[in-house]
Nanobody, 124 residues
Framework: QVQLVESGGGLVQAGGSLRLSCVVS????????MGWFRQAAGKEREFVAA????????YYTDSVKGRFTISRDNAKNTMYLQMNSLKPEDTAVYYC?????????????????WGQGTQVTVSS
């Protein structure tokens, strides 16, 4: 069973930065496409960013383009989300997810494994 553990969330003022990490338990981490999602209170889980198996291809939702950067280190079984210029509307629980496939996918239903989530709160 693949396990994902997120860390790095917290409380930050608008305009600040946070870096989220997602450590994956499986040695075959490099075979998985990965993604970040978020869920604000009372809303559905939404796609934020995704990265293919090698890290050579990334994709972002429009609202975070130019502010967030997804990356991965396959040697460390870890994926990252660098979040800059944070806004109050970025407040949510952030989840990392892994897909059995290699290529980028953006729908919740496409992902096979999920972490427990980490809270990000941006104050105005």
């Amino acid at each position: 069973q693949v396990q994902l553990v997120e860390s790095g969330g917290g409380l930050v003022q608008a305009g600040g930065s946070l870096r989220l990490s997602c450590v994956v338990s499986e040695r075959t981490f490099s075979r998985h496409a990965m993604g970040w999602f978020r869920q604000a209170a009372g809303k559905e889980r939404e796609f934020v960013a995704a990265i293919n198996w090698s890290g050579g291809n990334t994709y972002y939702t429009d609202s975070v383009k130019g502010r967030f950067t997804i990356s991965r280190d396959n040697a460390k079984n870890t994926m990252y989300l660098q979040m800059n210029s944070l806004k109050p509307e970025d407040t949510a629980v952030y989840y990392c997810a892994a897909d059995r496939g290699f290529g980028i996918v953006t729908q919740v239903r496409d992902y096979d494994y999920w972490g427990q989530g980490t809270q990000v709160t941006v104050s105005s």
